[in-house]
């Protein structure tokens, strides 16, 4: 028998769905809100690695990792279902939208190498710092790139068009996930 725990997780608010009388939320602020929560996962399991090689158990920077593992998967296939064709329009920045694919695909590798290995092992640590390198550089060039040439050429309404299916892919992912692991999640709008 699985046991049935009560984990709300992100609102539905707090990732930018609207609810009555809200706009929806900006799709550049949700994927910078995004980064910000990557940044300090990494920071986080930094610190449970530093913190956990010295005297502490393996199963924190585990826990740190697979939540950092499922918020990188959900975000890089949003970006990819939601956002890469509009941000990347037109044959200037085709090659930026290879480059970030690339990205996503390295990271995806570093990720399931990192689920074949012992959490706390040599080749789990080698896996988990290859995805936190090549996220680093890719959040940068993002940010550098796509995400400040969109916001000139999109419009709001666009922006909050795209904010309100990366919210929604976001949400989906997440309760999808959270089904596949027995896990019940409550949404309020």
């Known amino acids: 028998m699985a046991l049935s725990q009560h984990n709300p997780g992100p609102s539905a608010r707090a990732r930018g769905i609207p609810g009555p009388g809200r706009q929806?939320?900006?799709?550049?602020?949700?994927?910078?809100?995004?980064?910000?929560?990557?940044?300090?996962?990494?920071?986080?399991?930094?610190?449970?690695v530093?913190?956990?090689?010295?005297?502490?158990?393996?199963?924190?920077p585990a826990h740190v990792w697979q939540r950092l593992a499922s918020l990188l998967d959900a975000h890089m296939r949003a970006e990819e279902e939601i956002c890469h064709l509009?941000?990347?329009?037109?044959?200037?920045?085709?090659a930026e939208r290879w480059e970030a694919v690339a990205d996503h695909d390295d990271i995806r590798e570093a990720i399931s190498e990192a689920r074949l290995r012992p959490a706390g092992s040599r080749l789990w640590g080698a896996a988990v710092g290859a995805a936190l390198v090549?996220?680093?550089?890719?959040?940068d060039r993002e940010e550098r790139g796509p995400l400040a040439a969109s916001l000139p050429r999109l419009t709001m309404?666009?922006?909050?068009?795209?904010?309100?299916?990366?919210a929604g892919f976001i949400t989906a992912w997440t309760l999808d996930a959270a089904g596949a692991a027995g896990i019940h999640h409550r949404v309020t709008i």
């Open 24 to 48: 929806p939320g900006d799709v550049i602020e949700l994927i910078m809100a995004d980064h910000r929560r990557i940044r300090r996962l990494c920071q986080a399991l930094d610190d449970a």
């Open 157 to 166: 309404r666009q922006r909050r068009e795209l904010g309100t299916q990366y």
């Open 134 to 139: 090549i996220t680093a550089g890719h959040l």
């Open 50 to 60: 530093s913190w956990s090689g010295s005297s502490g158990p393996d199963w924190i």
């Open 86 to 94: 509009p941000m990347y329009a037109g044959h200037a920045h085709a």
